[in-house]
């Protein structure tokens, strides 16, 4: 069985406030991601070991960055000469291309971090779990790639799995030692499984392994 944390069931209201909070908590995460590249802050706890995992969509966001900067100057060249149209668009194509390069970031500086206290496991600006090695019974490498649309939460006989894809794909698996309470930006759920994908998942095994034979 699946379940999903999607808008069909609610009321048209709640509808509309929550897509209108999820715009401005992504926009918001694209200007912090922004200045965190900047500043060169990423979001690793002290002690630990970054592990990348934006390398499957990297490129397809890096062909549309490039294409969206090469188009702004196109656009503006064809439409100069009317000032009423050339300004709304020239401010439309350097927020989405500011959007897009945020986007981008928001992965590469929040990396998934193995370290003492645990594993955070990240996904982009807007997931981000914090998950001690008591939380843990363990951890290895399984992929799976899934159909597009399907539930980023499903239930089965076992408890409730958290998907975290990439291009619709995980290669590790955390099994937990019992029910944690996660924040996505649906909104709150418990679950007993999460499924990540990580650039480099030998590395990121041997790491987490280390630390949980201390436990």
């Given at each position: 069985?699946?379940?999903?944390t999607g808008l ?115 996904h982009g600006a ?90």
């Amino acid at each position: 069985m699946t379940t999903s944390t999607g808008l069909a069931h609610r009321p048209a209201r709640r509808r509309l406030a929550y897509l209108a909070r999820r715009a401005l908590q992504m926009e918001i995460a694209v200007w912090r991601s922004l200045y965190r590249f900047v500043f060169r802050r990423p979001r690793v706890p002290r002690g630990a070991t970054a592990f990348s995992y934006h390398e499957p969509v990297s490129q397809v966001l890096i062909v549309f960055i490039v294409l969206s900067a090469i188009e702004i100057p196109v656009i503006d060249l064809v439409v100069h000469r009317w000032a009423y149209i050339r300004i709304p668009i020239l401010i439309a194509g350097i927020w989405g291309l500011t959007w897009m390069v945020g986007l981008l970031l928001g992965f590469v500086t929040r990396p998934h971090a193995v370290g003492p206290q645990g594993i955070r496991v990240r996904h982009g600006a807007e997931v981000e779990i914090a998950l001690s090695w008591g939380d843990i019974r363990s951890i290895s490498m399984k992929k799976k790639v899934a159909e597009p649309r399907t539930p980023q939460v499903t239930t089965d006989d076992e408890g409730a799995t958290l998907h975290l894809r990439m291009q619709h794909e995980t290669n590790l698996e955390i099994e937990l030692d019992h029910p944690v309470d996660v924040r996505l930006p649906q909104g709150p759920t418990t679950v007993g499984r999460l499924r990540i994908y990580a650039d480099q998942p030998r590395q990121l095994l041997a790491e987490a392994r280390v630390h949980l034979e201390n436990v």
